[in-house]
């Protein structure tokens, strides 16, 4: 039985009509079986989709076709079958929710004003010359089963509490210090290092690819540490056999990179949890203790 295949994808590149684009792109995934989600803005496409390798391959060559996406980097990575119970594919202001919609500048050759790309090998030869900051651009929860070593984690639950985090001079001290931006892919690390430039920070690196790419190229033997939170039904990606287990069960202190939803289906908080304690309801504090 053949193994369904995931793709990770975006391009930052201004579209004269996002609307139109996404009639295509939701008519080529289903006419294909492609499930995942697309996200489209007037400047570009994010998304993650998944399906047969002979379907997604198709995808590939069928997207590229379009002159502005012919430059779009895809990332591979092994799916487990039902990843991607359904296919949405959608047209939001922005391609990651910031909630600064009107500061981004984007132009043929992406991002306008962003941090410098370094490559995972770039990122090494850096670390040897500098005395650099790894700045975490996801969501915290993230970070609890996979994080670059030593790295700040800013406390924030989504992307939109960014811009109020970095103007709220909690990290005023790193302005003139050498900081290396990253995230999954590397699509959050686009924004969130024009942000930081523009708010003052002067030397501002961001990870090309992202984590994916770093753990592509290094696995676990690199400044990685842990297991890659992605946001469909896998949960968390291992880069080797010798992931280390750093996430912790927030019921019984077992070493974990299970992530699971809060059992309240209005609450989208989610939690460190064994396959144990999973069994059971777990809530976040909100709704009630975490388990009982």
Known sequence: MAVPKILLFYIFTPLADPEAVRLWQRDLCESLGLGGRIILSKDGINGTVGGELKAVKKYIRKTREYAPFHGIDFKWS??????????????????VSFGAPGELKVDDNGVVGGGARVSPEQLHELVAEKSVTF???????????????????????????????????????LKDEPIVTYCTGGIRCEVLSSLMINRGFREVYQLEGGIATYGDAFRDDGLWDGSLYVFDN???????PDTVVIG?????????NRMQNCNELSCREQ??????????????????????
């Open 234 to 240: 896998r949960m968390a990606v291992d880069f080797s």
């Open 135 to 173: 700045f975490d651009g996801r969501n915290e929860f993230e970070s609890r089963i996979g994080k670059f070593r030593d790295a700040i984690v800013p406390d924030v639950a989504n992307t939109r509490e960014f811009v109020a985090e970095l103007e709220s001079g909690k990290y005023d001290h």
């Open 248 to 256: 912790r069960c927030v019921a019984c202190g077992d070493a974990t």
């Open 78 to 95: 092994e799916g487990a079958g039902n990843d991607f119970p359904r296919l949405s594919v959608r047209v939001r202001d922005e391609l």
């Open 271 to 292: 939690f460190v949890v064994c396959a144990t304690c999973g069994e059971s309801p777990v809530h976040c504090e909100q709704h009630s203790l975490l388990t009982q």
